[in-house]
């Protein structure tokens, strides 16, 4: 596992400057599914209840390691456009401290124009999916405390 | 083609004028809600402009024209679907709410443990988990019918089902998901012989095809105005007479009592035994404007218009390739459930909606029909008659790019 030497802002500017560059929905949309698509599949085995979040439309599925005290997250989805979403996330937060996890504003998501999918009706779930994120990291802090 | 004019009856409709995402609406999503006329929201706003008060008992000049329009809006509906009398007509929030009203009256004072209830593999939730938790409370079985590959019920498998244990059957008229209009007076013979009363869920029966309950012979009917063109929030349920006069009441309150006192409380007489509080006045107001919008275009031309639609619509979609329409009866309402190769539903229905587009994915409330398919979900384009052709060559356009995207 390479370790992220980034921050979660300075992960979140990239993404935003990578999307700046598209001035066509169509153009974010094939970017998000070719992250799908180039988004590892989780090992079948690490696609248990616990690891589902619930919530959304399509299945997501998200697995929790623990490493040199950084939470690492794996993901997969059925759907392709919610595999990139959810990948967009795992690539901003995964290889971070919990304490960062649980903090971090996500202002990339309205910045790339993605807000949209925040809203609660979105079947994607991406509300869901910070929830379950920040949820694990919450309570791997509590555990140690 | 039928001398139908869909464009200009499109002109009803202020949100047909919509942009979306800087194209013009599409909207396909019918089964879910429908749009409304400019008469409907012209009826919501004289009421509340004009009329608004409380029904019933009033004294004052106000109180009695609410009343005079919340009892006309009863008329409306029991002419609409030929009920006997007004009496029969009870007002509810929707056909969730007249489903729930049945198994809570008529089924826990009727059924007990080791009775059956019929439903069918097609049914959305609303028509099985009201049976479901009826039959918690009681002990009594839930028996479902089995469909075949086309998503048609199998009617013989049905009389199979049908026992001396079997105390009620409830199945939709048309399947939200498929579209598949079922074989319900053929059901509904076929119970009685055995006498045995029988539920239709006419949620997506009333603005397709004309709803007679005294030919059809149901002992229920139920539907939702917001799916044909009226407000959200009021539904209907029919009830033959005999069988609403001996059940017990549903929700206690205002309206629904004749006199009450701490010993010895008396019902009022039909309907308002079932309508407890102050009711949705409004909402049938905007009903019965609903109603008689579609009766001036005629149910008749309706269904012909979008039976064109549906037979022009399939024949466009399974020109794209490794189209797969789920629900092909040979009976079937202008619905195209329908999966593109490997695709998930959820991503074609992400990019139609950027296109403009809005269908419905995922499993429509009817997941052990999904689970009958072995599919995660279907994108369902669901048409109503301010729909037009020109529409459907959009949606096609629309998905071969989407899957030209999602390759």
């Not at chain 2, 809006?73 to 006997?84: L, Y």
């Not at chain 2, 959305?124 to 988990?129: E, Q, T």
């Amino acid at each position: 596992m390479e370790t992220n030497t980034k921050s979660i802002q300075e992960t979140e500017n990239e993404i935003v400057e990578e999307f700046s560059l598209f001035d066509e929905w169509m153009d974010k949309y094939e970017y998000i599914i070719e992250l799908g698509k180039n988004l590892p599949d989780l090992d079948e085995k690490l696609k248990t209840e616990d690891n589902k979040v619930s919530g959304c439309q399509s299945q997501v599925w998200l697995n929790t390691k623990y490493e040199n005290g950084n939470i690492i997250y794996e993901a997969d989805s059925d759907a392709i456009i919610t595999k990139g979403l959810v990948g967009l996330l795992v690539r901003v937060l995964s290889n971070q401290k919990p304490r960062d996890i649980v903090d971090a504003k996500l202002g990339f998501i309205d910045k790339i124009g993605m807000k949209e999918h925040l809203s609660p009706n979105r079947a994607n779930g991406l509300v869901a999916m910070i929830k379950h994120m920040k949820e694990n990291a919450k309570q791997l802090i509590m555990s140690r405390e | 083609m039928s001398t139908f004019d869909a464009e200009k009856i499109r002109m009803d409709f202020p949100i047909l004028q919509l942009k979306i995402n800087g194209k013009p609406l599409v909207y396909f999503d019918n089964a879910a809600t429908t749009q409304k006329p400019q008469a409907v929201i012209d009826s919501l706003i004289k009421y509340y402009s004009e009329i608004n008060s409380n029904v019933h008992r009033g004294v004052h000049f106000l109180s009695e024209k609410a009343t005079n329009a919340y009892e006309a809006a009863r008329k409306t509906v029991q002419k609409f679907i030929n009920a006997s009398k007004p009496e029969e007509i009870v007002f509810v929030r929707g056909t969730t709410e007249g489903i729930n009203l049945v198994s809570n009256t008529y089924g826990l004072k009727n059924l007990k443990e080791g009775d059956e209830i019929i439903v069918s593999t097609l049914e959305h939730h609303s028509n099985i988990v009201p049976w479901q938790m009826l039959c918690e409370r009681t002990g009594a079985k839930l028996k479902i019918i089995p469909i075949n590959k086309k998503g048609e019920i199998i009617f013989d498998e049905f009389k199979i089902l049908v026992t001396d244990k079997t105390k009620f059957v409830s199945v939709a008229y048309i399947s939200n998901s498929l579209g598949t209009i079922n074989p319900v007076k053929k059901i509904i013979d076929y119970a009685h012989s055995n006498n045995i009363p029988v539920m239709l869920d006419g949620a997506q029966a009333v603005q397709h095809t004309k709803i007679d309950v005294r030919d059809l012979d149901c002992d229920f009917f139920a539907f939702s105005g917001h799916k044909i063109y009226g407000p959200t929030g009021i539904g209907v349920l029919y009830g033959k007479e005999k069988f609403l006069e001996a059940m017990p009441p549903y929700q206690g309150g205002g309206d629904m009592i004749k006199n009450v006192s701490f010993e010895k409380t008396t019902y009022n007489d039909l309907p308002y035994k079932f309508e407890a509080g102050t009711p949705n006045i409004a909402g049938s107001i905007g009903l019965a404007a609903a109603l008689n919008y579609v009766s001036d275009l005629g149910i008749d031309n309706v269904a012909k218009y979008e039976h064109e639609l549906l037979d022009y619509g399939t024949k466009k979609m399974l020109e794209i390739e490794d189209m797969r329409i789920i629900g092909t009866a040979d009976e079937k309402a202008s619905v195209i459930s329908f999966l593109v190769g490997k695709t998930h539903p959820y991503d074609v229905g992400t990019l139609l909606d950027q296109l403009g587009i809005a269908v419905r994915t995922g499993v429509h409330c009817t997941e052990p029909l999904m689970n009958f398919f072995k599919i995660p979900g279907t994108v369902r384009a669901s048409l109503a008659f301010y729909n037009t052709k020109d529409e459907i060559d959009l949606l096609v356009k629309a998905v071969q790019r989407a899957q030209t995207m999602l390759l």
